[in-house]
């Protein structure tokens, strides 16, 4: 299983990017996806995932503002981050989830940085 995310960048708060995730070595339509997140001195997050059916889950501190999608034709999954905050400042990370939804497998992660 490989993940490769990319997207990442410095970007001033209020502004936007789009995180991408394709996926290989894996029958990617059938497989839940998640997008995690650690924060310098912090604990890896949960930021978003999605469904093999497309149904979303969202953390708190983002609902409103973030995006999560697929396209099962490309083996690709996408976050859609809108009025960024500095705290959104971490490294991203794809991954590949298990039947309950806890992480199996993880990309090599995409930094994000918020300037204010």
């Known amino acids: 299983v490989q993940l490769q995310a990319s997207g990442g960048g410095l970007v001033q708060a209020g502004g936007s990017l789009r995180l991408s995730c394709t996926a290989s070595?894996?029958?990617?339509?059938?497989?839940?996806m998640g997008w995690y997140r650690q924060a310098p001195g912090k604990q890896r997050e949960l930021v978003a995932d999605i469904t093999s059916g497309g149904s979303t889950n969202y953390a708190d501190s983002v609902k409103g503002r973030f995006t999560i999608s697929r396209d099962n034709a490309k083996n690709t999954m996408y976050l859609q981050m809108n009025s960024l905050k500095p705290e959104d400042t971490a490294v991203y990370y794809c991954s590949l989830l298990s039947s309950i939804r806890s992480p199996r497998y993880w990309g090599q992660g995409t930094l994000v940085t918020v300037s204010s």
């Open positions: 070595g894996i029958i990617f339509r059938f497989n839940a």
